[in-house]
């Protein structure tokens, strides 16, 4: 590739008016073929935007480094609809400062000049962020050359700018909530670490600045000159200074106003607003129902309006849907039509589209799927809309993979091989390991006359650790008073308080003579600590910890939790959730996932993890098993009424590759004619290898 051309200037002397300090910078970089900047070398790609001159040259803005702190960014083109890139046309990494580059757009003005809109950033989210502008006047050329950035103002550009009759550019911008200062790039865990949780030093500063968090614009009316902020302007949640993301996107509806539809965290609708100068506009009222994922919306050139956004359009409820899919409207987003299912999978999110002039619709999906960071390229057209009115069409004919990380494969298949790796040091003795899902108490199945059958079952079978279900403090206290002597316990309440004595626990027994808490957490199961997720009835968590055996010296993970008894979107956004914190924790160790998982076997829920290559479930692997033919969930009914169809609730999945199950049993047992709970206890001995 050659030398592509690049106006600098020092980005440090650009004085800002009003500004009391000067804004975070990057010098950006013009290379040639630099190999560490290449996507094949690099372990994160995400395309943030994507744009196509008048020309047909396809132009894509690529997130490098992570989502995170980490980040910077790269351009790439294509001169053929993407089935080839030229990358490294312009590199902007501030990595050697600590200042992470995000948030790329590209648009391409009526003039046909090609814009790059980014923001600088003091580590992940510094409260405001510095918001660049960066033109090229020549994006065809075999040497593009960009102007030297100019900084417009705090904010993140979230979406590509539009223009209306009167030739106004409106760009629309976020300023995030306060919570977003303190992530630490790892999603759904809480912040009961046994470590310090990463604060950001920013996070008692910028309040000067609350007041604008939201939704707002940027407005030139000189071609790009010079440009006014209107920031906050749209504020539809009621917790929108906290809050995190609200992401705007703008189109001009049929009167020629500046229509905005934006995402608010925690919610299930996606808002839209309208203003004539992008100054006043309207209240926020609901735009259409769709998931708390980023989503794409592009008026096309006939006049349709193209979103595009996970889950069905006739989805009620979301929490991880499932499939990325595109509609049209003719109707200003009255009505959509065209049900294009772009992917099924779960992983897939952050959709980025452009139109052609030619009238080819590009749309990219980034997917993460066991850690893998992939970009899929799918072309289609309206046509293929009016085609699919009545049925989804499946277009992944269509998709190429563009600009994907070639490091994160790697990465991958080293964590497979990690866990599936045989394994030659095993343990010398059993360990015994169990779920038992404890009922709260209630009307119809009070404590007192169970408690002993509960203390019973554990003090006959001997359970060397065990994860239980739904017990409150005080059903905990009980217990400990008759098994203490044994035992010891850790666990998280789904309120949140651990002193609350009316809500459920996940808590994890084990006897201390035998294992050794080496560390220990709490999942919640939603991006808030004790708030439920989309389609769950209330908010749920993981516990898991790690232990050393005393006796063989192995260590080993387990996780305890419970998933949601009514949305099935809640129960398998759990099981993926699982999945990836294995990944991120267990890192290829030996494994136990124990829970009431209110899935039985012929489930999604359930295939997801046994169908995944780092779990199975420990009834297919035992040697031998008992009682299996039982149902785990009995609603006290004697153990002759038992339904005998084996579908099970709770159930034991291990990493099969280093633990060994010789026996699995479901106890059906009561004590004097006393279950200890609706569920019956279920139990392995296994022996585990490092």
């Not at 309440?493 to 651990?498: T, V, W």
């Amino acid at each position: 590739m050659k030398k592509t051309l690049l106006l600098m200037v020092s980005l440090l002397a650009i004085a800002v008016a009003g500004a009391k300090e000067a804004p975070l910078s990057v010098e950006p970089k013009s290379l040639t073929n630099e190999a560490k900047y290449a996507s094949s070398a690099l372990d994160y790609t995400q395309i943030t935007a994507l744009e196509v001159t008048g020309k047909g040259r396809l132009w894509a803005s690529v997130l490098c480094g992570g989502d995170n702190a980490d980040g910077f960014l790269t351009l790439a083109y294509s001169d053929t609809q993407g089935k080839s890139w030229v990358e490294q046309n312009l590199v902007l990494d501030a990595r050697a400062e600590k200042r992470a580059v995000r948030n790329g757009i590209l648009w391409r003005s009526p003039k046909g000049d090609l814009w790059l809109f980014y923001s600088v950033f003091d580590g992940y989210y510094d409260g405001r962020g510095a918001m660049w502008a960066m033109c090229c006047s020549n994006p065809n050329a075999k040497q593009p050359v960009w102007n030297a950035p100019k900084y417009l103002g705090v904010g993140i550009p979230t979406g590509r700018p539009v223009v209306n009759k009167a030739g106004k550019w409106f760009l629309p911008v976020a300023l995030w909530g306060r919570e977003v200062m303190s992530y630490d790039k790892t999603p759904f865990i809480a912040n009961k670490w046994n470590r310090p949780r990463f604060v950001s030093p920013y996070a008692d500063k910028q309040h000067d600045i609350d007041s604008k968090r939201g939704a707002g614009v940027y407005i030139s009316s000189n071609k790009g000159t010079s440009w006014r902020a209107h920031l906050g302007c749209v504020q539809p949640a009621d917790e929108w200074v906290a809050g995190r993301y609200n992401n705007p996107q703008l189109f001009i509806n049929d009167n020629n106003e500046v229509q905005m539809v934006l995402r608010v965290s925690g919610t299930t609708s996606l808002y839209t607003a309208t203003s004539a100068n992008g100054k006043e506009w309207s209240e926020p009222e609901k735009f259409v129902l769709a998931p708390d994922q980023n989503f794409a919306i592009h008026r096309l050139s006939n006049g349709s309006l193209l979103m595009v956004r996970n889950g069905h359009i006739k989805q009620t409820l979301f929490w991880r849907p499932t499939g990325m899919y595109a509609y049209l409207s003719d109707d200003n987003g009255e009505n959509w039509y065209g049900n294009i299912q772009l992917s099924t999978g779960a992983s897939t999110i952050n959709p980025v589209v452009t139109e052609g002039k030619d009238g080819t619709i590009y749309i990219v999906t980034h997917s993460d799927p066991e850690g893998l960071c992939v970009n899929r390229l799918y072309t289609t057209s309206k046509a293929d809309f009016a085609l699919s009115k009545e049925d989804s069409k499946h277009v992944t004919d269509n998709a190429r993979t563009v600009l994907t990380a070639g490091k994160a494969k790697e990465r991958v298949e080293a964590e497979l091989r990690q866990i599936t790796a045989p394994k030659t040091d095993w343990a010398s003795e059993d360990l015994r390991l169990a779920t038992y899902n404890i009922q709260y108490p209630g009307k119809r199945s009070p404590w007192p006359p169970r408690i002993e059958a509960a203390a019973a079952v554990i003090k006959e079978y001997r359970f060397d650790i065990f994860g239980a279900q739904e017990p409150w403090l005080p059903q905990i206290n009980d217990l400990m008073k008759h098994i203490g002597d044994e035992y010891d316990w850790i666990g998280s309440n789904i309120s949140g308080d651990d002193r609350n004595t009316t809500r459920h626990f996940n808590p994890i027994f084990y006897r201390r003579e035998r294992l050794e808490l080496l560390d220990h957490a709490t999942i919640w199961l939603s991006d808030k600590a004790a708030k439920r997720g989309y389609g769950a009835h209330s908010a749920r968590l993981f516990t898991w910890a790690k232990f050393r055996d005393k006796r063989t010296g192995k260590e080993f993970f387990i996780f305890n939790g419970h998933y949601d008894h009514r949305g099935k979107e809640a129960r398998l956004n759990a099981s993926h959730i699982i999945l990836d914190m294995i990944r991120r924790i267990s890192k290829g160790a030996p494994t136990f996932v124990t829970a009431d998982y209110n899935s039985p076997q012929n489930s999604l829920a359930y295939r997801i993890l046994h169908g995944s290559p780092y779990l199975k479930d420990a009834m297919t692997l035992a040697d031998r098993t008992t009682n299996k033919q039982y149902r785990s969930c009995t609603h006290y009914k004697p153990a002759e009424s038992l339904p005998i169809d084996g579908q099970h609730i709770d159930h034991i999945f291990v990493t099969p590759n280093s633990i060994r199950i010789s026996n699995w049993e479901l106890i059906i047992k009561d004590y004097d004619g006393v279950w200890g709970s609706d569920h019956l206890p279920v139990y392995v001995d296994c022996r585990i290898a490092n």
